[in-house]
């Protein structure tokens, strides 16, 4: 992985992460990179002033600014679904590969 990336990821934990203890945010230099599978990544967080250190897995989306995952039309779907259901799968499902034909 290409440096600035790998610096990329770590300045979004930091600007997101803060010590449950002091209520801190961490710096830079306090976050260690311990793993990396995929785009998912463990990060060690250790506040300088010596509380206890925190382990964060970091999931790197593929998903960028402006991609539409769920449509108005696919909540409004579901929510017609969810307001008659009775538990039954089954049906549930049924209705909607119905619904998409």
Do not use: W
Not at 50 to 62: K, R
Request: contains cysteine.
């Amino acid at each position: 992985m290409k440096d600035e990336a790998m610096y990329a990821i770590l300045k979004r934990v930091q600007q997101n992460l803060s010590c449950p203890v002091c209520k801190r945010q961490f710096k830079l230099e306090e976050l260690k990179v311990k793993g990396v599978l995929d785009r998912n990544y463990l990060i060690q967080a250790s506040c300088y002033d010596n509380h206890s250190p925190a382990l964060v897995l970091f999931i790197a989306s593929g998903v960028k600014k402006g991609d539409q995952i769920v449509s108005t039309d696919d909540v409004i779907d579901l929510h017609k679904t969810l307001k008659d259901f009775t538990g039954d799968f089954k049906s549930a499902f049924h209705k909607i590969d119905q619904s998409n034909k």
